[in-house]
């Protein structure tokens, strides 16, 4: 009877930590697709802008509040948070790559087999 209990629980605890690795790949997956998103709004406001005199006005939504700026102010800050974005992508797909490779290991150690329902 213990040795039933003892089985039920670490075949509990097993499923919860394979729980836990495939939300928190999913909360990383969902990061990574916000990223690329706003990534994409980047570069085709860039692009929108390029073709544009320097001294042409635009507005800027900083903080949610709109101001008005000239082309020229904008896209070095636009370049910039590109760039930023880019870096963090990058750093969202390391660590989404490092945490299915954690998650295979643990897999494999403790002989885990995922059956679909």
């Known amino acids: 009877m213990a040795q039933q209990q003892a089985a ?9 930590q394979y729980t836990t690795y495939k939300n928190t790949l999913q909360q990383i997956a969902q990061k990574i697709g916000d990223v690329e998103q706003e990534a994409e709004e980047h570069k ?19 903080n949610g509040v709109l101001v008005e700026r000239t082309v020229e102010d904008v896209i070095p800050a636009l370049k ?22 954690e998650l295979d290991k643990w897999k494999k150690k403790n002989n885990v087999q995922v059956v679909q329902s």
């Open 8 to 16: 039920a629980k670490k075949q509990q605890d097993l499923q919860l």
């Open 44 to 62: 085709l406001v860039l692009e929108t802008l390029d073709p544009l005199p320097a001294d042409r006005k635009c507005f800027r939504m900083i």
């Open 80 to 101: 910039t948070n590109a760039e930023g974005l880019k870096k963090v992508l990058n750093d969202l797909v390391k660590q989404y790559q490092n945490k299915q490779e």
